[in-house]
């Protein structure tokens, strides 16, 4: 990230380079977020594009009716997806493994098609944002500035997670991954200790989603559907999961090849599905722990 | 009253088309332990193919069977290439490795057929309806159930009376005791993953007609699918066919009653789309709802 930073600045002329690391930057914070829970918490939510979502609206309809305070804004995001992920991971908990995935993903699927049945929020066509939201003192329509808030909120939220994850919660929420049986017969109730970690790494979500609203100042149901999950997923894999940094490296692979492949040609899917097959199949930790196994060996 | 049973009979048709998509996709998760989310681009496949021997002018029935066949096919090369090195892994792998199969398949069929939906007429002999005391239902459509029904059966025989069947059986719930009596367990997973592509081909290729041929719609489909075997029970044939059923007739009678429901307290227009909503939201909550009552599903298979 600190290298991001001076090759950002310097570019700042160019607003696609500004645009495709702000996009990095906010999918970074999502995918961390999601990281929390996949790898520390083996909780594998394919669902995790309904929180993203729902932060995104929430933004979308207060600036709609005229709401246009940042932090209130961005508050309001990171509570409702927060309510969210209570009521989803509440019930969903009660499940794991594949049927966890799944019960994750028919919740995210409702969230998709009521903001498609919604007239009043767009139904398919989305909702516009009338303008960016007001920060005191700083002005967010800049595209270099939005840029700079969104990193510091992203390293404000890797700093937290970091100490999360090393607190003594994060020990038990990796102890509740590794042997729950024993987690349980050591006396902690490992349900509430997962269910913190889901309504977290919602939030965290819920915040992405808000700034994604202000960045690209359009909200649509897409943002909540299953491929947007599956990216989530994807990043957090891709990287390497369970390490924070992995998430981030495996966000800026991931947007940075799209990014790139699209530039050479209209079918970037394709050559993008066999890298990722390649390093599922070969690089069993993820791209991070690959190159951190070279550099240790 | 016609109408509800019409709605029945489609909710029936639908349902028994998933299931055949249900039943590989079950059986591979059953015996293989592998969550296969790019079986939804086999069943693409099957339908392209189809629809391409059919605008070759190939006779119907030729152009299915086509379209079964390159399923098939397709799904042994996917298997020996890459769902093999998925068995000992994660489910976290598996759905990161077979997504990256849907990205390869869905560029791949964009690039052979283009992005334009393929158009597939119903056979000739069957473009008429059938009268059924009262309506008059479409004849395809009820070559669809029946087809449906016919492969449900074919399949159940398979499974409790043949040699294949008992070996399948066994390999659900236990599977070193069958590779030490001497079975050879990959080629069972080749040809278990093999029947189950063709079914998913065949049914991509039956319903070609009736939908939009076009990149993309495995994916819709796959997780109708999904939600049907993971209701029924994973890795349960029998749940797989009542799974589907139930999703089918939940998610057709939805479409077709919410709105209804919906008038008398709602403007008509809010009603028709909050309808139209609620009833695609109906079958996921049907299966939020089963897990939590029931975690494993209703027809739970084996100790796995």
């Known amino acids: 990230m600190l290298v991001a930073l001076p090759a950002v600045a310097g570019a700042l002329h160019q607003p696609f380079w500004v645009n495709a690391a702000t996009r990095i930057v906010i999918f ?90 919604v007239k009043a929020w767009g139904g398919n066509d989305g909702l516009p944002l009338p303008s960016r939201a007001v920060l005191p003192g700083v002005d967010l329509r800049d595209a270099g500035v939005l840029y700079y808030v969104c990193l510091t909120l992203l390293v404000g939220f890797v700093a ?44 965290g979500a819920g915040l992405a989603g808000a700034l994604y609203a202000e960045f690209a100042r359009f909200v649509s149901p897409d943002m909540a559907s299953w491929s947007r999950s599956g990216e989530l997923l994807v990043m957090v ?59 240790d060996g | 009253m016609t109408l509800l049973f019409e709605q029945l009979l489609n909710g029936l048709q639908f349902g028994t088309m998933i299931f055949l998509i249900a039943a590989g996709l079950t059986l591979v998760f059953g015996i293989m332990g592998v969550i296969n989310l790019a079986h939804g681009s086999l069943y693409m496949i099957g339908a392209f193919v189809a629809a391409t021997a059919a605008g070759r002018g190939a006779p119907f029935v030729a152009a299915v069977a086509a379209g079964a066949v390159a399923a098939g096919l397709a799904g042994i090369v996917m298997e020996v290439v890459v769902i093999r090195r998925l068995y000992r892994r994660e489910h976290l792998d598996q759905v990161l490795a077979t997504f990256a199969l849907i ?35 479409p004849a395809y459509r009820l070559v669809l159930i029946a087809a449906g029904l016919l492969v449900a059966l074919g399949l159940y025989l398979l499974i409790s009376r043949t040699r294949l069947g008992m070996l399948i059986r066994a390999g659900a719930t236990h599977r070193e005791t069958v590779a030490a009596l001497g079975v050879d367990i990959a080629r069972l997973n080749t040809v278990v993953f093999g029947v189950g592509a063709l079914l998913a081909g065949l049914a991509g290729a039956l319903l070609a007609p009736i939908i939009a041929v076009q990149v993309g719609m495995g994916e819709q489909i796959l997780i109708l699918t999904f939600v049907a075997i993971v209701v029924g029970g994973l890795g349960s044939i029998r749940g797989a066919f009542v799974g589907a059923l139930l999703v089918g007739l939940v998610d057709t009678l939805g479409r ?49």
Do not use: C
């Open chain 1, 28 to 117: 970074a914070l999502a995918a961390v977020s999601l990281d929390l829970i996949v790898g520390y918490g083996g909780m594998v939510s394919f669902g995790h594009a309904a929180y993203f979502a729902a932060g995104a609206y929430t933004v979308g309809i207060l600036a709609q009716s005229g709401i246009d305070s940042a932090p209130l804004a961005w508050l309001a995001a990171v509570a409702v997806s927060a309510l969210l992920a209570l009521v989803v991971g509440a019930l969903s908990l009660r499940t794991s493994g594949i049927f966890f995935i799944m019960i994750t993903l028919a919740f995210a699927q409702m969230v998709f098609f009521l903001l498609v049945a």
């Open chain 1, 160 to 203: 937290f997670a970091a100490q999360l994850v090393e607190s003594r919660f994060g020990i038990v929420l990796r102890g509740a991954r590794n042997n729950e049986r024993r987690m349980l017969a050591l006396g902690f109730p490992t349900f509430r200790y997962k269910l913190v970690a889901f309504v977290v790494a919602g939030a």
């Open chain 1, 237 to 295: 894999i891709l990287g390497g999961m369970g390490t924070l940094a992995g998430a981030l490296f495996g966000t800026a692979a991931l947007v940075g090849l799209e990014s790139l492949l699209s530039g050479f040609t209209e079918h970037w899917m394709l050559p993008l599905g066999a890298i990722l097959l390649v390093v599922v199949l070969f690089a069993k930790r993820g791209l991070y722990g690959w190159i951190a196994g070279r550099l």
């Open chain 2, 103 to 137: 990205l390869i398949a869905n560029d791949g069929v964009s690039m052979i057929w283009g992005k334009v939906p393929l158009p597939v007429d119903v056979p000739a002999a069957l473009h008429g309806a059938v009268p059924l005391g009262g309506f008059a239902y």
């Open chain 2, 256 to 304: 077709a009653y919410l709105p209804v429901v919906l008038k008398p307290v709602a403007r008509p227009e809010l009603a028709d789309s909050l309808g139209g909503g609620l009833s695609a939201i109906a079958i996921y909550l049907l299966m939020a709802i089963v897990l939590v009552w029931k975690p494993r599903g209703l027809f739970p298979a084996g100790s796995r």
